[in-house]
Nanobody
Framework: QVQLVESGGGLVQAGGSLRLSCAAS????????MGWFRQAPGKEREFVAS????????YYSDSVKGRFTIFRDNPKNTVYLQMNSLQLEDTAVYYC??????????????????????WGQGTQVTVSS
């Protein structure tokens, strides 16, 4: 089973930027679709973004589209989430996840937490005013 380790979280002022990283433990990383989710206190885990195994296709939630960018570096077994123009409501624990599943349903399919086979431990992002 692939192990995922997130890093890059922290405290940032509203309007600032952070880049999260998620490193996978082995080279099977390049065969998986990767996703980023987040969970705020008292709320359900929500989809943020996903990227296909080859990096060609990506999807975003409406709340982050235009501000966040997901991308991957397969030789480094790492997926990133570049977060710009951060807002107070972006405060959450951010998780990366992997899946070997595919579906013609695209964005809807990859927005479901149940689609994913494994998860990292999460990294805290706190946006202050």
């Amino acid at each position: 089973q692939v192990q995922l380790v997130e890093s890059g979280g922290g405290l940032v002022q509203a309007g600032g930027s952070l880049r999260l990283s998620c490193a996978a433990s082995d080279n099977t990383f390049s065969t998986y679709t990767m996703g980023w989710f987040r969970q705020a206190p008292g709320k359900e885990r929500e989809f943020v973004a996903s990227v296909s195994a080859d990096g060609e296709y990506d999807y975003y939630s409406d709340s982050v589209k235009g501000r966040f960018t997901i991308f991957r570096d397969n030789p480094k077994n790492t997926v990133y989430l570049q977060m710009n123009s951060l807002q107070l409501e972006d405060t959450a624990v951010y998780y990366c996840a992997y899946t070997s599943r595919t579906s013609f349903r695209g964005r809807y399919f990859y927005s479901l937490p149940t689609t994913y086979d494994g998860w990292g431990q999460g990294t805290q992002v706190t946006v202050s005013s």
